[in-house]
């Protein structure tokens, strides 16, 4: 039988890293690494065993460029410590483009021009406020963190072809595109709106009050261009922090393809998969690590897809200046656009597309806080002896090739595997992405999130917000997570609290 394309290419990697021998030694699919680096790599990553003080450099989960600063609604915000004097000139100029509020044309602020015309915010600041986490809009407030993902299943051979070729990751709503947009330029109307309503599900909890989720339920309307298809697929999402990325981009893809285990031949139940997209820019094959569904393989890439998806502005990699706009909507593409010969080819032209990549690579995680806490620690074991961390893989070390050199050779801490993994019904969306399910989620990182309440100002978590705490999200977990969120519901209340203490330190 031939192998070609998509098929050819994943059955090497994992050839590569499957047939290895011992005599490799550890790490033998590190090929970024000596001998001599690959053993003190894999005892530095080796599990723990003794839970009565932390790990060495624990405290400092995102390597050397750990931002120690003080803890404030700024947490999120500084420069990775490892950046040069002059990197950090170009990461101050890439803060202010992210900041940056986009006008609509024309406009006299012309390097501002070009929002929309259909968009959701008109900065990246917008829905990363304070580079954190989005959240689900509060009664009476506009939707403007979280925002609705259009689809519909393939109804074309063509359609299908694409979607095998990873050509399309999904196959947008023929009018209003793969986003649905509430928010519209002076003279066009948005696309709609949408209401949440609620539905509360107990659960027990030993040895306390019963938990009470909040299952949130999607109803658009107000359309504005018409009647949306009818099988169409809809998953909302929230803003994910902006910390880290870069050195999430920096894991060795061997250290990803390592740990998948698509079926489940540990036998742990546990499945991850690697998913698997095309570079944009490239058009190669290569590992999705962005995004709520591991889309996206690169900064980049997400970068150009949320200027075109959530302010309709184009950029080198993404040029249509009506973003989200569908043929179907040509009110909306007949609008004015922000291009400026003066100025590039399109609306955000380089350098501004690399300056917000670059921001966006180079924002610092902050330092652990009370990693020495008796009921912090046990936490931490719980974590461990629960299988939180078979998916949460707490600690990397980051490739000796990543493109900057202040993300190589970096041990950190993000508790991720970046690999997908069914997440079970209550979590399932039942929208497709490239090779991930409507049941399939990309693990999370967990690095930074107890802050969120100082940087946010609120605590709502998981992929649409529905979990107001760290407990709630942990109970929503379901499918191969199932057997550890079980664990936790039969614990002890005091450990129940070290767990969530535990994650409140990251």
Known sequence: MKISGLGAWALAATLAVSSAGAADGPLPHRDDLTAEDRARVSKVLAPPTDFTRPNPFELMQGGAGTSRKRINRDAYSHANANLTFEEEQEFKVGNGLFKKMWASSPSS??????????????S?????LKDGRGRPPRPGDDAVSLFLRLSIPPQTEEHRQALASKALLRIPEPTYGGQFQTFAVPGLPGEGRFDITLEEIEVPLNGEEPAILQKPVYTIRDLGYG????????SPRVAPPMIGMGLLQAIHPGDILAQADPEDADGNGISGRVSYVRDPKTGNITIGRFGWKASNPTIRAQTASAFAGDIGIGSPDQPAPWGDCTENQQACRDMPHGEQAALGDTEAPDPVLDLVTFYSENLAVPARRNVEDPIVLRGKELFHQTGCADCHRPAFVTSRNAQNPAHQFQLIWPYTDLLLHDMGDGLADGRPVGGASGREWRTAPLWGIGLTETVNNHTRFLHDGRARNLLEAVLWHGGEAQAARDQVVAMEPEDRAALIAFLESL
């Open 109 to 122: 602020t012309l390097a501002s021009d070009g929002l929309g015309p259909l968009y959701n915010a008109r």
């Open 124 to 128: 990246c600041q917008g829905c990363h």
């Open 227 to 234: 009647a949306m298809h009818p099988d169409t697929l809809i």
